[in-house]
């Protein structure tokens, strides 16, 4: 069998590295969009080159959106990861930290998700498109405007373009995590904001970047083949209520 190609923004770090390693022991080849050609570096050491493909750049260019689509024939999942924070006051969020984070958080995915689900309908491909959410996407909070704006937007996105893509047969979802901690500095250093998150969440415990990179590969296989439109809230039940 033909191994499936699996497309991964922001995987060079993180939530999107670990997705990287989940669907590459699951078999797939990979073709990895990276921000630093030292994520490369790193990557190159626990991958088979003959495997994955790697594009460096910024997804705040729509050049390098469109390079990537030029040189990509299709894939056969598209995983929309990188991402970026915006923890100002609403009304001292600027004009160009808000065009950054709605280029990167949101842009980036409906153009990624354009160009794929393109090729996906052109070669008959029925596959599937998940983006990383959040939490912050079903629910407000405080100092958290201009990333919520760019969550719920993704929501929004999502169950639309399930409607549009559906007699195609290709799948839109979201996974929207609560606090994922992605590396033991912030661990050792952020303890007493992490306290005060954990508080928030009913299970009292943070997911982690191996049960995110397992959800969204779920989202690839047969067992979720009527899935589609809809997220899956990995929070611990912080969504639940107050």
């Known amino acids: 069998m033909k191994n499936k190609i699996t497309l991964i923004s922001g995987a060079g770090r993180g939530i999107g590295e670990e997705i990287a390693k989940k669907f590459y022991n699951e078999g797939h080849n990979l073709i990895l969009l990276l921000y630093r050609s030292n994520q490369k570096k790193k990557l190159e050491n626990q991958f088979d080159k003959k495997r994955v493909n790697y594009f460096v750049g910024d997804l705040e260019s729509k050049k390098f959106i469109q390079l990537v689509g030029k040189k990509v024939k299709y894939v056969d999942n598209l995983v929309n990861n990188a991402g970026i924070a915006n923890k100002d006051y609403f009304i001292n969020v600027k004009p160009k930290d808000l065009d950054k984070i709605i280029d990167i958080n949101f842009k980036s995915y409906f153009f990624l998700s354009q160009i794929f689900a393109k090729k996906m309908v ?121």
């Open 122 to 242: 052109q070669n008959r491909i029925k596959g599937s498109i998940i983006s990383i959410s959040s939490q912050l996407g079903h629910v407000g909070a405080f100092n958290r405007t201009a990333y919520c704006s760019t969550k719920f937007a993704l929501e929004g996105f999502t169950k639309s373009a399930a409607m549009d893509l559906g007699k195609h047969g290709i799948r839109v979802n979201t996974v929207a995590p609560t606090k994922v901690i992605v590396s033991e500095r912030e661990r050792k250093n952020e303890k007493k904001r992490l306290n005060l998150i954990k508080k928030k969440i009913p299970l009292n415990r943070f997911s982690t970047t191996i049960e995110i990179a397992s959800i969204v590969y779920f989202l690839t296989t047969d067992s979720a083949k009527s899935i589609t439109g809809t997220s899956i809230i990995s929070d611990g039940g912080w969504t639940c209520g107050k």
